[in-house]
């Protein structure tokens, strides 16, 4: 199985910075598989940057410019580094881990609150 623990969210004004976490445990091979997604109260799951299997990285459209994945291929870790955080950026944000089956799995969940 796998294990994913988020932490780092919070609130922060607009403008400002905050840098998410993501362990992961069990069976992950690689953090290639990894990569963050948010929701929004009443919106869809949406892609906010992931490695894709190539070790290339994909990003929203949305948050190009502003956010940065990287990661621990040793420590099963990546980080999401949120600059310039505007009111929108506001959602839930997920680890995920997608397996070269598809198969996906979640993590719990870190509030992040973009808000003068």
């Known amino acids: 199985q796998v294990q994913l623990l988020e932490t780092g969210g919070g609130l922060v004004q607009p403008g400002g910075s905050l840098k998410l976490s993501c362990v992961g445990s069990?069976?992950?091979?690689?953090?290639?598989?990894m990569g963050w997604y948010r929701q929004a109260p009443g919106k869809q799951r949406e892609l906010v940057a992931r490695f894709i299997p190539d070790g290339r990285l994909n990003y929203a459209d949305s948050v190009k410019g502003r956010f940065t994945i990287s990661g621990d291929n040793a420590r099963k870790t990546v980080y999401l580094q949120m600059n310039n955080l505007k009111p929108e950026d506001t959602a839930v944000y997920y680890c995920?881990?997608?397996?070269?089956?598809?198969?996906?799995?979640w993590g719990q969940g870190t509030q992040v609150t973009v808000s003068s």
């Open positions: 995920n881990y997608r397996t070269y089956y598809s198969t996906d799995y």
């Open positions: 069990g069976r992950i091979s690689t953090i290639n598989g």
